[in-house]
């Protein structure tokens, strides 16, 4: 610990600033033997390693922290394991990128240091404050029960557009669980972006639970480093579990573009969401922020629990937004988790992977989010693959030739003429992700499954097929989406299950539209523009490498026209 006189010096250095004294990390952390996990196994065989999704050489990683631009440059922090491929010794890596494809790393910016984070430096935010300094809010576990606490980290250098030195205030932790609060100390984490209020009041949420209810728990600030807890949280729901990783941030109503965190107004939405511990998956509402109860409150007709709105209804957690203010937009970035075993994921060396950053705007109707891979990654893109309009009729099955089928990006879109002998939708089938396990790839209906059979081996032993089914409801047309994994192996001890969400999409009057980014191990696939999107993760035995084969198809009894088709084969992008 630092004696009084460079304790002063350390406050002074930091007064300038934000008023704040610090503890600068040192260049090596102690690693603590009980989080000690076990050591990778190299492997040379690597033919589920990704070529242009965000991931590092080796180890585990889990939620990105505190995504933000800084003088043009965009940073990525993320929970990492320095020691191996399973969860542990958990710190904050850090790389950034001026296109946000291609990254280059740097040193762990938050490690564990001292008594407010030694057993581990946990989820955080980034808030840009408005003088353009950014400062970083995380959460600290401080002894071997997991008691979490807030706390806060600013740049050593602001004239580094890189950030790559960080310094914690000595003060930590700001926000703490006690007898008086009534938190719960191994359920306070993943604290998000701030928000400065009208009042010139900065604001941020907690994830929490109180027994089954989970929690939105609400701070207040006047000067960032002192925080007081509000007498009511931001937001709770019922038997909802565990909220982490909390997000809340305003969308535009006029138009695609994001708007700063701070904003309100009347041309603005409210988006809360959370991830439910209990069963590893999100879900969002829109509504609207009473900034004078400061009290959010959703639309009419959302449903706050599981089976509500998703980002994403495949593999997809711990997901966090930015606001982009170079390009005005609002960025998603989530982790995509392994399906894999455990001794797998060791004997490969890793586990964990990022999604593609996705643009994300509030669709026209005001009802949900809309979500479109950055434009930046289209100049990955190389020989593109073009088919022409045609008819697939029922039980067929065309081979996109001339494409790297394990690592492409893909666009096809459906027209539908005759609805009349669809499915008839029975009302009874509320959980799309069941309905669409019932009815896998290989169930016929008139009016589906037809779509995509990626990462597939040549004689169909293996594929991961993405597809839509068409219903006749009682007053409109229902599309099923789902993405099928129960062939996507022939390793019976990786997760296969299938995923399944309703798309909101009149199958009448428009096209039915598929993009799949295709990348090793991953499908991560957009229905209907971005309204839909799952992601699977996967790790067939025969369709790796140039064995992999791309195809459409449609297996149900009616034709259906393939409008349009266009595939690229997809270059690696830069990272490490």
Request: charged fraction near 20%.
């Amino acid at each position: 610990m630092a004696n009084h006189s460079s304790f002063s010096s350390l406050f002074l250095l930091f007064s300038l600033f934000l008023g704040y004294g610090v503890l600068q990390l040192q260049a090596s952390h102690h690693v603590f033997q009980h989080l000690q996990t076990t050591s990778p196994a190299s492997s040379s065989h690597q033919p589920y390693r990704t070529g242009y999704h965000f991931q590092p050489p080796k180890n585990w990683i889990n939620d990105p922290n505190a995504p933000m631009i800084y003088k043009g440059i965009y940073h990525l922090f993320y929970q990492y394991n320095p020691k191996g491929a399973v969860w542990g010794n958990i710190v904050w890596a850090h790389s950034t990128s001026t296109d946000l494809i291609n990254w280059t790393p740097h040193e762990h910016a938050i490690y564990p240091s001292q008594p407010f984070d030694q057993y581990g430096c946990w989820s955080g935010s980034a808030t840009i404050l408005p003088s353009g300094k950014p400062v970083i809010l995380y959460t600290g576990i401080i002894d071997g029960k997991n008691t979490q606490v807030q706390n806060l980290a600013v740049p050593k250098n602001l004239s580094d557009p890189y950030l790559r030195e960080w310094i914690k205030y000595p003060k930590n932790p700001l926000m703490a669980s006690n007898v008086e609060n009534q938190i719960n100390g191994s359920s306070f984490r993943d604290p998000t972006t701030a928000w400065l209020g009208h009042d010139n009041i900065w604001r941020v949420i907690i994830g929490s639970k109180y027994h089954r209810k989970g929690l939105a728990i609400l701070y207040r600030s006047r000067d960032f480093k002192k925080w007081i807890k509000a007498k009511h949280p931001l937001h709770s729901g019922k038997n909802t579990g565990m909220w982490e990783c909390p997000d809340f941030f305003p969308v535009s109503t006029a138009g695609q573009n994001g708007v700063d965190t701070s904003i309100v107004g009347p041309y603005v939405k409210h988006v809360l969401k959370a991830s439910l511990d209990d069963t590893k998956h999100e879900y969002y509402t829109v509504g609207t922020y009473n900034t004078i109860l400061d009290r959010y409150i959703p639309d009419k007709g959302s449903v706050e629990s599981d089976s509500g709105l998703r980002y994403d209804y495949g593999k997809f957690y711990a997901s966090k937004t930015f606001f982009d203010n170079k390009t005005g937009r609002r960025i998603l970035w989530g982790w995509i988790n392994e399906s894999s075993s455990v001794e797998d994921d060791i004997k490969k060396g890793w586990a964990g992977v990022q999604a593609i950053p996705r643009k994300i705007w509030l669709e026209k109707s005001g009802k949900h989010l809309v979500q479109w891979p950055i434009v930046e990654l289209e100049k990955l893109r190389v020989k593109q693959v073009k088919l022409p309009s045609k008819i697939l009729e029922g039980g067929s099955v065309i081979e996109v030739s001339g494409v790297t089928a394990v690592q492409a990006d893909v666009e096809i879109s459906f027209e539908i003429s005759d609805f009349k002998k669809a499915e008839v939708f029975d009302p009874s089938w509320t959980d799309p992700q069941q309905l669409c396990i019932q009815k896998g790839a290989s169930v016929k209906s008139a009016l589906g499954p037809f779509g995509l059979l990626a990462l597939a081996s040549k004689d169909l032993k293996e594929y991961t097929a993405v597809f839509f089914r068409i219903f006749k409801g009682q007053d409109k047309h229902v599309v099923l989406m789902c993405s099928d994994q129960s062939r996507s192996s022939l390793n019976e001890d990786n997760d296969k299950v299938t995923y399944g969400a309703f798309l909101n999409v009149d199958p009448v009057h428009e096209k039915l539209s598929l993009r799949s980014l295709i990348d090793h191990s991953i499908v991560e696939s957009f229905g209907g523009g971005g309204k839909t999107c799952i992601t699977a993760r996967v790790y067939p035995t025969l369709a790796i490498e140039e064995k992999a084969h791309l195809y459409a198809f449609n297996y149900g009894t009616e034709n259906v026209k393939m409008s349009s088709l266009s595939a690229w084969s997809m270059k690696k992008a830069h990272i490490y």
